[in-house]
């Protein structure tokens, strides 16, 4: 049998061999191995590599491969302050060791961002991994890390993503701690727990008391002795009442320390304890079955599952062989009545919605890729095209339109990635900020400028290329409206409203250019945007900084709205749905409601979370006709797609660049002809990131969850 004394004289034998000085460190863990076999203990190694030099290596390695080191059962590497270790020697020592590999804790932030790539795509043999680092913003371990059941990533201060497919290399995993991290999307993160198997414990804060992830051993007795109190309560309390009130009254009671962002969106708890039914213990509280059941309920009210009010997941196969059965078999939450926001259970849009829920179910992230066939380089001015604003064509599902920051229009084919026309500037240097499809005449279209310069527009007398010169337009030049922000072409395409940084709006002959009036303080602040109906002539929506929202109707006088229905915050946009039945709002940092259109009435209001920030400017849009709506503010990274009848969230799409760096919204629309597909125009804080329109199929998984291409210039 080996002894520890010959693990010495064997490191003393190597060190000569490799004419290495011994380390004293290295003498002094194979000491305390010669102790725990005294003891009959399991003997175990404990190496830091903070007193280790590059030189102690082969020494080291020839000892604990060697068939006299047999008997030591696991080796633990720990890195507390600061390394002179090369990368290439800890990789080195990591592999050597292999399945003696117990513990790895890395704290030291100097093992730069190659190291940690190579380890996270490589394979590590350890059951526990602690790792401490700033350079890691996307979890994204892809090697081999089948031992490994307890993951700790706390205060890894710049992760702010888990890539979708980042656990399927550990199915074994049983405990994950992940506090004081950036992690924020609640949705994308659970998804990607949801590939974790064999998870039990999870923690994204902490209980001040527990180094570990299991359950807090001080709430024991303290949940103990609210039961025996409960007992004594003779009050009639319905079950159900007093359950959730033992558990709001426990976790009220419950501090908890070093949260990451994602602990403070709403129903956080609830949520993930629904989504993860094997989870036992989350942030060092454990999950009673109680809490459980009332996780159930609340996730049930405030999230869907799947589009449509399904209940199961179901194939794509399974809903096209249905159908061509004749039968339907789609699960619904509740015993199927007439009042039923989707009842028909025959037909071509119950298919559709069937359809469409099963992709969905299938996704959970979806795809992403920039619309980056258009960053064509200007022949004279050696510059590429800088998106600003956009829109879908109204009656082609290829055609897009967008303006740039330098006041070009642009009209793409966006299946084909082909440019189908261009006009190199509409007025004086400035950007386009409006645009508007023509509805009854398909080529033509009004785009708008923030200097006031408003044009009509024929994408058949436009250049198909990138051109140096103006390419003539039939149509009409407007009389400048200064400083203008949005314009909206009525249902009949013969008037043209435009509104801008005034308390008022202008309406335009689209036919002749012509000025018809001028409506002054229509609001007491400015109004960012105005928009007619899509299929009334005469009404149009107005929203303003100064919290209202106004109906007016051109038959009438305007010198008192219709209605005015307020926000708590400055308005930023309003849209009517597609069928003019609901008005959309949305106000400064997420106040997002849906209003009745025929008298402003709160119809849907969407708890979205707040941020704090006024300048967090939300804009919102209809997607999939009424049924759905998209939801982005400038400060976020994130778009929120809400159910438009229920305001519960279904999905949240995380937006990043290729290097794990946030990118924010802009503005975004839904695509008028596809199911669950929107565009967005997102650009970062950083200086060298362009603005770009990214194109969003919510139907469809990527290989990879990035958007690729995006840091440019």
């Known amino acids: 049998m080996a002894t520890s004394g010959s693990l010495e004289a064997w490191y003393l034998n190597s060190c000569r061999k490799h004419e290495v000085e011994p380390n004293s460190a290295v003498l002094s863990w194979f000491t305390q191995a010669k102790v725990q076999s005294s003891q009959n203990e399991k003997r175990s190694i404990t190496i830091s590599l903070d007193q280790l030099k590059d030189a102690d290596i082969l020494p080291l390695k020839d000892v604990l491969m060697s068939s006299d080191s047999s008997h030591i059962h696991a080796v633990d590497l720990f890195l507390e302050f600061h390394s002179d270790l090369g990368t290439e020697s800890v990789v080195d020592l990591m592999n050597g060791l292999n399945a003696k590999l117990r513990v790895v804790d890395l704290q030291d932030l100097s093992l730069g961002k190659e190291f940690l790539r190579d380890l996270c795509q490589g394979s590590l043999a350890c059951q526990v991994f602690n790792l401490r680092s ?244 200007c022949k004279a001015e050696n510059k590429k095209l800088r998106p600003r604003q956009f829109e879908y064509h109204p009656s082609n599902p290829s055609l897009m339109v967008f303006g740039t920051l330098d006041g070009e229009v642009v009209v793409t084919n966006h299946e084909n990635g082909k440019m189908v026309g261009y006009i190199p500037c509409i007025g004086a240097m400035s950007s386009v900020l409006g645009l508007c499809w023509l509805n009854k005449s398909p080529s033509k279209l009004v785009a708008g400028s923030d200097k006031g310069s408003l044009k009509l527009l024929d994408i058949n007398n436009m250049s198909p290329e990138v051109a140096d010169s103006c390419c003539s337009s039939s149509g009409a030049t407007f009389e400048d409206f200064e400083q203008l922000t949005s314009l909206h072409v009525n249902s009949t395409d013969d008037q043209l409203l435009a509104s801008g940084y005034s308390k008022g709006v202008a309406l335009y002959d689209v036919g002749s250019g012509k000025r018809l009036e001028l409506f002054s303080n229509l609001h007491r602040e400015p109004i960012n945007v ?31 709205p219709c209605y005015t229905a307020s926000s708590s915050r400055g308005n930023v946009m309003a849209c009517f749905s597609p069928d003019d039945h609901y008005l959309l709002v949305s106000a400064v940092d997420n106040e997002v409601k849906q209003l009745l259109a025929a008298d402003g009435r709160l119809h849907t209001s969407f708890e979205i979370a707040s941020t704090g920030s006024p300048h967090n400017y939300t804009r919102s849009y209809y997607m999939n006709g009424r049924d759905y709506i998209i939801s982005g503010s400038c400060d976020e990274d994130m778009i929120r797609i809400c159910c438009a009848q229920t305001g519960k969230r279904l999905r949240d799409v995380y937006l990043e660049d ?13 695509d008028p002809f596809r199911h669950f597909n929107m565009s967005i125009l997102a650009t970062a804080t950083r200086p060298s990131f362009k603005w770009e329109i990214i194109k969003v199929n919510c139907n469809l998984q990527p290989a990879l969850f990035v958007v690729e291409g995006l840091t440019g210039g």
């Open 530 to 560: 105005a928009k007619f109906a899509h299929h009334s002539p005469y009404m149009f929506a107005t929203s303003s900084f100064d919290h209202d929202v106004k109906m007016w109707d051109l038959r009438q006088s305007l010198r008192k």
């Open 658 to 670: 290729e290097s794990g760096n946030s990118i924010f919204v802009q503005s975004l629309r839904g």
């Open 134 to 377: 700033i350079h890691i913003q996307k979890l994204d371990m892809v090697g081999n890390f089948l031992r490994l059941h307890t993951l700790n990533l706390d205060f890894c201060t710049s992760l702010g993503s888990l890539r979708r497919d980042c656990f399927s290399c550990m199915p074994n995993l049983t405990r994950l701690s992940m506090c004081e991290t950036r992690i924020s999307n609640l949705l994308t993160t659970t998804g990607a727990l949801s590939r974790l198997p064999c998870l039990l414990e999870l923690r994204f804060q902490s209980c001040l008391c527990c180094k570990e992830t299991g359950s807090c051993p001080g709430l024991e007795g303290q949940q103990k002795l609210q039961t025996e109190t409960q007992e004594k309560d003779e009050t009639l309390v319905s079950e159900g009442k007093k359950a959730s009130r033992n558990v709001s009254i426990t976790l009220k009671n419950f501090v908890t320390h070093h949260p990451s962002p994602i602990c403070f969106e709403k129903h956080y708890r609830e949520y993930i304890i629904s989504s993860l039914p094997g989870l036992e213990v989350l942030d060092n509280f454990p999950i009673r079955m109680t809490e459980r059941e009332l996780a159930k309920m609340t996730s049930a009210k405030y999230y869907e599952y799947l589009p449509y009010m399904r209940r199961h997941k179901e194939s794509v196969v399974s809903v096209l062989n249905k159908r061509e059965m004749g039968t339907s078999g789609v699960h619904f939450q509740k015993p199927f009545k007439p009042k039923q926001l989707y009842p028909h259970r025959n037909g071509q849009n119950f298919f559709l919605r069937s359809l469409c829920a099963a992709k969905l179910g299938s996704s959970t992230w979806p795809l992403l890729h920039p619309l980056s066939n258009f960053n064509h380089t």
